[in-house]
Protein backbone atom coordinates (compact mmCIF):
# COMPACT_ATOMS: atom_id res chain seq x y z
CA UNK A 1 0.00 0.00 0.00
CA UNK A 2 2.65 2.46 0.83
CA UNK A 3 4.58 1.71 -2.63
CA UNK A 4 1.00 2.31 -4.28
CA UNK A 5 0.48 5.58 -2.41
CA UNK A 6 4.25 6.66 -3.57
CA UNK A 7 3.68 5.54 -7.09
CA UNK A 8 0.31 7.62 -7.02
CA UNK A 9 1.61 10.71 -6.02
CA UNK A 10 4.46 10.79 -8.07
CA UNK A 11 2.34 10.03 -10.84
CA UNK A 12 0.45 13.57 -10.71
CA UNK A 13 3.76 15.35 -9.45
CA UNK A 14 2.61 15.87 -6.33
CA UNK A 15 4.58 17.50 -3.18
CA UNK A 16 3.21 17.87 0.33
CA UNK A 17 1.11 16.24 2.82
CA UNK A 18 -1.05 13.43 1.34
CA UNK A 19 -3.52 10.30 2.05
CA UNK A 20 -4.41 7.78 -0.08
CA UNK A 21 -6.86 5.39 1.07
CA UNK A 22 -7.37 1.89 0.05
CA UNK A 23 -9.68 -1.10 1.36
CA UNK A 24 -8.09 -4.61 2.22
CA UNK A 25 -9.82 -7.46 0.52
CA UNK A 26 -10.40 -10.96 1.71
CA UNK A 27 -6.94 -13.85 1.59
CA UNK A 28 -6.94 -14.78 -1.89
CA UNK A 29 -7.99 -18.65 -2.62
CA UNK A 30 -4.68 -18.83 -5.08
CA UNK A 31 -1.94 -20.54 -2.21
CA UNK A 32 0.35 -17.65 -1.35
CA UNK A 33 -0.98 -14.92 -2.73
CA UNK A 34 -1.97 -12.80 0.51
CA UNK A 35 -4.69 -10.31 0.80
CA UNK A 36 -5.54 -7.88 -1.90
CA UNK A 37 -6.41 -4.61 -1.75
CA UNK A 38 -8.18 -1.76 -3.54
CA UNK A 39 -7.35 1.77 -4.24
CA UNK A 40 -10.64 4.49 -2.53
CA UNK A 41 -9.10 7.82 -2.37
CA UNK A 42 -6.84 10.41 -1.94
CA UNK A 43 -7.17 13.48 0.26
CA UNK A 44 -4.89 16.00 -0.33
CA UNK A 45 -3.90 17.01 3.60
CA UNK A 46 -3.26 14.85 6.74
CA UNK A 47 -6.87 12.47 7.15
CA UNK A 48 -8.53 12.99 10.72
CA UNK A 49 -6.78 9.47 11.81
CA UNK A 50 -3.11 11.26 11.71
CA UNK A 51 -2.77 11.42 15.61
CA UNK A 52 -2.94 7.61 15.09
CA UNK A 53 0.24 7.47 13.43
CA UNK A 54 1.88 10.59 15.60
CA UNK A 55 1.28 8.25 18.62
CA UNK A 56 2.83 5.02 16.98
CA UNK A 57 5.91 7.28 15.60
CA UNK A 58 6.33 9.96 18.02
CA UNK A 59 6.25 13.04 15.46
CA UNK A 60 4.48 16.11 14.70
CA UNK A 61 3.27 15.18 11.23
CA UNK A 62 1.11 18.75 11.34
CA UNK A 63 4.64 20.56 11.77
CA UNK A 64 6.30 18.43 8.93
CA UNK A 65 3.46 19.16 6.58
CA UNK A 66 4.31 23.52 7.23
CA UNK A 67 7.94 22.65 6.81
CA UNK A 68 7.39 20.38 3.30
CA UNK A 69 4.99 24.02 2.38
CA UNK A 70 8.17 26.08 3.05
CA UNK A 71 10.29 23.80 0.79
CA UNK A 72 12.48 22.28 3.80
CA UNK A 73 13.25 18.46 3.03
CA UNK A 74 11.29 16.02 5.35
CA UNK A 75 13.97 15.35 8.31
CA UNK A 76 13.56 11.63 8.47
CA UNK A 77 13.99 9.03 5.68
CA UNK A 78 11.60 6.00 5.17
CA UNK A 79 13.99 3.44 7.11
CA UNK A 80 14.56 6.14 10.03
CA UNK A 81 11.16 6.09 10.39
CA UNK A 82 10.31 2.41 10.25
CA UNK A 83 13.10 2.37 13.25
CA UNK A 84 11.08 4.88 15.00
CA UNK A 85 7.49 2.92 14.78
CA UNK A 86 6.80 1.51 18.41
CA UNK A 87 3.27 0.16 20.26
CA UNK A 88 0.06 0.24 19.01
CA UNK A 89 -3.06 2.88 18.60
CA UNK A 90 -6.38 3.42 18.41
CA UNK A 91 -8.75 6.71 17.67
CA UNK A 92 -12.56 7.17 18.23
CA UNK A 93 -14.31 10.06 16.76
CA UNK A 94 -16.41 11.01 19.29
CA UNK A 95 -19.44 12.88 17.62
CA UNK A 96 -22.72 15.07 18.38
CA UNK A 97 -24.63 12.38 17.12
CA UNK A 98 -27.95 10.34 17.55
CA UNK A 99 -25.96 6.76 18.41
CA UNK A 100 -29.32 5.05 16.35
CA UNK A 101 -29.41 7.00 13.72
CA UNK A 102 -25.83 8.18 12.92
CA UNK A 103 -27.39 11.97 12.45
CA UNK A 104 -26.08 15.20 14.00
CA UNK A 105 -27.46 16.10 17.52
CA UNK A 106 -26.41 19.93 17.79
CA UNK A 107 -27.32 21.74 21.26
CA UNK A 108 -25.13 23.19 24.03
CA UNK A 109 -22.95 20.43 26.29
CA UNK A 110 -23.87 21.19 29.46
CA UNK A 111 -21.80 18.91 31.48
CA UNK A 112 -18.28 17.89 30.02
CA UNK A 113 -15.81 15.28 31.43
CA UNK A 114 -12.71 14.47 29.39
CA UNK A 115 -10.43 11.90 30.15
CA UNK A 116 -6.63 12.02 30.40
CA UNK A 117 -4.10 9.50 31.44
CA UNK A 118 -0.50 8.49 30.31
CA UNK A 119 -1.02 8.01 26.66
CA UNK A 120 -4.05 9.16 26.10
CA UNK A 121 -4.33 12.11 23.92
CA UNK A 122 -7.91 14.17 23.32
CA UNK A 123 -8.09 16.31 20.28
CA UNK A 124 -11.14 18.79 20.41
CA UNK A 125 -11.73 22.44 20.32
CA UNK A 126 -14.98 21.54 22.47
CA UNK A 127 -15.91 22.86 26.14
CA UNK A 128 -18.75 22.46 28.54
CA UNK A 129 -21.03 25.18 27.51
CA UNK A 130 -19.93 25.05 23.93
CA UNK A 131 -22.56 25.41 21.34
CA UNK A 132 -22.54 22.29 18.46
CA UNK A 133 -24.03 23.99 15.13
CA UNK A 134 -25.91 22.55 12.68
CA UNK A 135 -23.54 24.16 9.93
CA UNK A 136 -21.11 21.93 10.67
CA UNK A 137 -19.31 18.21 11.62
CA UNK A 138 -20.37 17.28 14.70
CA UNK A 139 -17.08 15.82 15.50
CA UNK A 140 -16.66 16.96 19.38
CA UNK A 141 -12.87 15.39 19.37
CA UNK A 142 -10.54 12.93 18.28
CA UNK A 143 -10.07 10.49 21.75
CA UNK A 144 -6.65 8.56 20.81
CA UNK A 145 -4.75 6.28 22.72
CA UNK A 146 -1.32 3.89 22.65
CA UNK A 147 -0.40 0.94 24.29
CA UNK A 148 2.39 -1.59 23.81
CA UNK A 149 0.42 -3.70 21.98
CA UNK A 150 -3.31 -3.61 20.43
CA UNK A 151 -4.47 -5.96 23.58
CA UNK A 152 -3.16 -3.00 25.87
CA UNK A 153 -4.26 -0.23 24.03
CA UNK A 154 -7.46 -1.17 23.52
CA UNK A 155 -7.84 -1.54 27.43
CA UNK A 156 -6.83 2.12 27.80
CA UNK A 157 -9.21 3.00 25.15
CA UNK A 158 -12.13 1.54 27.21
CA UNK A 159 -10.90 2.89 30.59
CA UNK A 160 -10.72 6.17 28.62
CA UNK A 161 -14.50 5.94 27.36
CA UNK A 162 -15.70 5.56 30.33
CA UNK A 163 -14.27 8.36 31.91
CA UNK A 164 -16.24 10.80 29.06
CA UNK A 165 -19.27 12.30 30.09
CA UNK A 166 -20.66 14.44 27.79
CA UNK A 167 -24.70 15.93 28.66
CA UNK A 168 -26.76 18.47 26.89
CA UNK A 169 -26.97 16.17 23.40
CA UNK A 170 -26.66 12.99 22.34
CA UNK A 171 -22.97 11.57 21.41
CA UNK A 172 -21.60 8.08 20.11
CA UNK A 173 -19.84 6.83 23.25
CA UNK A 174 -21.85 4.23 24.53
CA UNK A 175 -21.45 2.97 20.98
CA UNK A 176 -17.71 3.14 21.21
CA UNK A 177 -17.48 1.86 24.28
CA UNK A 178 -19.73 -1.37 23.33
CA UNK A 179 -17.37 -1.92 19.85
CA UNK A 180 -14.54 -2.13 21.93
CA UNK A 181 -15.88 -4.73 24.05
CA UNK A 182 -17.59 -7.05 21.45
CA UNK A 183 -15.44 -10.04 21.36
CA UNK A 184 -15.33 -9.61 16.94
CA UNK A 185 -13.47 -6.40 17.43
CA UNK A 186 -11.61 -7.51 20.31
CA UNK A 187 -10.24 -10.77 18.29
CA UNK A 188 -9.66 -8.15 15.46
CA UNK A 189 -12.43 -10.10 13.45
CA UNK A 190 -14.29 -6.85 11.66
CA UNK A 191 -14.83 -5.32 8.47
CA UNK A 192 -16.68 -3.34 6.63
CA UNK A 193 -19.59 -5.22 7.66
CA UNK A 194 -19.16 -5.08 11.31
CA UNK A 195 -21.97 -2.77 12.20
CA UNK A 196 -24.69 -4.27 10.11
CA UNK A 197 -23.53 -7.73 11.28
CA UNK A 198 -24.08 -6.80 14.92
CA UNK A 199 -26.49 -4.40 15.01
CA UNK A 200 -28.48 -5.85 17.60
CA UNK A 201 -25.24 -6.10 20.26
CA UNK A 202 -23.85 -2.37 19.41
CA UNK A 203 -27.49 -0.98 19.83
CA UNK A 204 -26.76 1.78 22.55
CA UNK A 205 -28.88 1.27 25.20
CA UNK A 206 -28.17 2.62 28.23
CA UNK A 207 -25.16 0.56 30.12
CA UNK A 208 -23.64 0.52 33.24
CA UNK A 209 -20.98 3.21 32.05
CA UNK A 210 -23.78 6.04 31.17
CA UNK A 211 -25.54 5.43 34.06
CA UNK A 212 -22.65 6.21 36.33
CA UNK A 213 -21.75 9.16 34.15
CA UNK A 214 -25.16 10.81 34.54
CA UNK A 215 -24.81 10.24 38.08
CA UNK A 216 -21.62 11.85 38.70
CA UNK A 217 -22.89 14.59 35.95
CA UNK A 218 -26.01 14.98 38.57
CA UNK A 219 -24.03 14.65 41.62
CA UNK A 220 -20.79 17.42 40.47
CA UNK A 221 -24.49 19.81 38.77
CA UNK A 222 -25.59 20.03 42.45
CA UNK A 223 -22.25 20.26 44.19
CA UNK A 224 -22.00 23.97 44.04
CA UNK A 225 -25.14 24.02 46.74
CA UNK A 226 -24.59 23.55 50.72
CA UNK A 227 -27.83 21.57 50.31
CA UNK A 228 -27.27 18.98 47.75
CA UNK A 229 -23.85 18.16 49.26
CA UNK A 230 -25.67 17.12 52.88
CA UNK A 231 -29.00 15.66 51.74
CA UNK A 232 -29.59 11.92 52.54
CA UNK A 233 -29.54 11.09 49.03
CA UNK A 234 -26.71 12.56 47.82
CA UNK A 235 -23.85 10.91 49.91
CA UNK A 236 -24.82 7.23 48.92
CA UNK A 237 -25.40 8.53 45.10
CA UNK A 238 -21.81 10.12 45.07
CA UNK A 239 -20.28 7.29 47.21
CA UNK A 240 -22.08 4.37 44.48
CA UNK A 241 -20.04 5.97 41.91
CA UNK A 242 -16.76 6.78 42.56
CA UNK A 243 -17.48 2.91 43.68
CA UNK A 244 -18.53 1.78 40.55
CA UNK A 245 -15.18 4.08 38.45
CA UNK A 246 -12.90 2.62 40.89
CA UNK A 247 -13.68 -0.87 40.44
CA UNK A 248 -13.39 -0.06 36.74
CA UNK A 249 -9.85 1.67 37.01
CA UNK A 250 -9.11 -1.44 39.14
CA UNK A 251 -10.74 -4.18 36.24
CA UNK A 252 -8.57 -2.18 33.64
Not at 78 to 106: M, N, T, W
Not at 208 to 217: Q, S, Y
Amino acid sequence: MGAAAVAAARAVSYVGAGTCEFLLGPESDVPGQGRGFYFLEMNTRLQVEHPVTEMIYGLDLVAWQLDVAEGKPLPLTQEQLDARRRGHAVECRIYAEDPVKFLPSPGRITHLRVPDGPYVRNDSGCYEGAEIPVHYDPMISKLVVWGEDRDRAVARMRRALDEYQVRGIETNLAFHRRCLRHPAFVAGDYDTGFIGRHAAELHPRADDAELVAAICAAVLDGGGSPQASTTPSAAPVAIAASSEISGWRRAL
